[in-house]
């Protein structure tokens, strides 16, 4: 009997360090995950995407440990577009087929941006054809006074232009900052406004032009803010010199806030007066300041010869993040000195 006794509490013994072993595995196995597979995870948790500053499970939002990111202009993007238009397009004067073409491209791309709503205005050219104006509205801080960025997709009729110059390249500009201001903050509203039948309509006088802006401007109230300034993007690609373009038929205030905004990143563009030969012309009529961005000369400005090639990125980049900063940075006293600035006639 004593033996068989000392063979039982052995046995107990054994079977006790058994049990404690397993629970302690058990136990370690459910853990969370220690090292490496912890940062991994966190990463994927906070990943999020370049466009749409979104998470990456979709959901949508900022996470609340991490900023979201801040888009910068990126020329490549804009360069695309710009293919797209003077290259797959090409020539498309106002009111024809390829111009509709090139709207639809607009509006396709927009949607494409994130704006759940893109606007369409329709006119009647002097020669009874139709175009129209494609526009976005991206809402800042404040949501009364806005800043209406425009630029024009036609060409000019009769030349065979493809227009790479003139104007697809401020289309470019204007599609990648409405992809940049998607995403960051910015104080003014911002109306992004692709414009129709900008150039003088074939076989008319020189006064038959700009339809698309003088149809916006003379219909402000519709847009729904009270617009305080005009910047007009055309012909950003080729030449030697930035210049800053007014008619001087409205106050510059906003001509000379972009000017001293560009002295702060280094860069020194020219004044020029002129007679009105872009979509600025239409708001400076109604007693807005607007700002006319281009590069001078182009030698190829409505020929053949305005094609893809020809164009300098590096031109398009330097406006288009000109205009970035220049926006984000317009604060609420700028908005009210420009409001101040505006009579509207």
Avoid: C
Avoid at 155 to 168: E, H, K, L, Q, R
Avoid at 197 to 211: M, S
């Amino acid at each position: 009997m004593p033996g068989k006794q000392r063979v039982l509490a052995i046995a107990a013994a054994a079977l006790l360090l058994a049990g404690f072993t397993f629970g302690f595995f058990t136990h370690w196995l459910a853990s969370p995950k220690r090292g490496n597979d912890v940062a991994t995870t966190a990463v994927q948790e906070t990943t999020v995407e370049q466009d749409g500053g979104v998470k990456a499970d979709g959901s949508g939002g900022e996470d609340e440990h991490r900023p979201p990111i801040r888009l910068e202009f990126d020329v490549s993007r804009a360069m695309k577009d710009i293919a797209y238009l003077s290259s797959q397009i090409g020539y498309r004067p106002e009111g024809t087929a390829s111009e509709g073409k090139a709207a639809d491209y607009i509006a396709m791309r927009f949607s494409a941006l994130g704006y759940g709503e893109v606007f369409q205005q329709t006119f009647l050219l002097d020669n009874g054809a139709t175009s129209r104006n494609v526009y976005v509205v991206d809402e800042g801080e404040d949501t009364r006074l806005a800043v209406v960025v425009g630029a024009h997709y036609d060409t000019a009729g009769g030349t065979g232009s493809p227009g790479a110059n003139d104007n697809a390249s401020g289309i470019g500009v204007l599609l990648e900052l409405a992809r940049v201001f998607r995403n960051n903050d910015n104080v003014p509203t911002i109306i992004f406004a692709a414009f129709g039948a900008e150039e003088i309509l074939q076989g008319y006088g020189k006064d038959h032009h700009h339809y698309g802006s003088r149809h916006m401007a003379n219909r402000l109230p519709e847009l729904g803010y009270t617009v305080v300034g005009m910047i007009s993007v055309d012909m950003v690609g080729v030449g030697s010199t930035m210049v800053l373009n007014s008619t001087m038929q409205a106050p510059r205030r906003l001509l000379d806030l972009l000017a001293a905004h560009a002295g702060t990143l280094g860069l020194r563009p020219t004044f020029r007066q002129d007679p009105g030969w872009s979509d600025h012309e239409a708001f400076e009529k109604r007693g807005i300041p607007s700002v006319w961005i281009e590069y001078r000369e182009d030698p190829h400005y409505h020929t053949p010869a305005d094609t893809y090639d020809k164009l300098d990125p590096a031109l398009i980049a330097q406006a288009g993040r000109l205009l970035q900063s220049f926006l984000e940075n317009l604060d609420g006293a700028d908005l009210n000195s420009l409001e101040n600035s505006t009579f509207y006639r």
